[in-house]
Nanobody
Framework: QVHVEESGGGSVQAGGSLTLTCTTSEYAVSMAWFRQVPGKELEGVAAIDKDGNTMYADSVKDRFTISRGSAPNTLHLQISRLEPEDTAIYSC??????????????????????WGQGTQVTVSS
């Protein structure tokens, strides 16, 4: 079992920036960020593999950056030019499977076994 924990959420003004952090209990070769608005489907927004390859949802491609942290077993999601539509619960997900992105599940819920509880991001206009 891999423990996953997110931090860094909060309330920000539109146009601002925010960095979310995910910490896992062990190194995970595949990791991703998802977000969910109540009443809407879970959306995969960014993923990264063990080689540093990344993928993004088209809706966030120019504003979100996923990266592994300098501290062991950490992952970041940098969000710039925040929009009210970015308001959601952001969850970090991890997997021991190395080729999730290559087989098309990089931004799919079913690609990940371990999940955090999520952190709320609220963007006001």
């Amino acid at each position: 079992q891999v423990h996953v924990e997110e931090s860094g959420g909060g309330s920000v003004q539109a146009g601002g920036s925010l960095t979310l952090t995910c910490t896992t209990s062990e190194y995970a070769v595949s990791m991703a960020w998802f977000r969910q608005v109540p009443g809407k489907e879970l959306e995969g927004v960014a993923a990264i593999d063990k080689d540093g390859n990344t993928m993004y949802a088209d809706s966030v491609k120019d504003r979100f950056t996923i990266s592994r942290g300098s501290a062991p077993n950490t992952l970041h999601l940098q969000i710039s030019r925040l929009e009210p539509e970015d308001t959601a619960i952001y969850s970090c997900a991890a997997s021991r499977v190395p080729n999730i992105m290559a087989i098309g599940f990089g931004l799919q819920r079913m690609g990940y076994y371990f999940w955090g509880q999520g952190t709320q991001v609220t963007v006001s206009s």
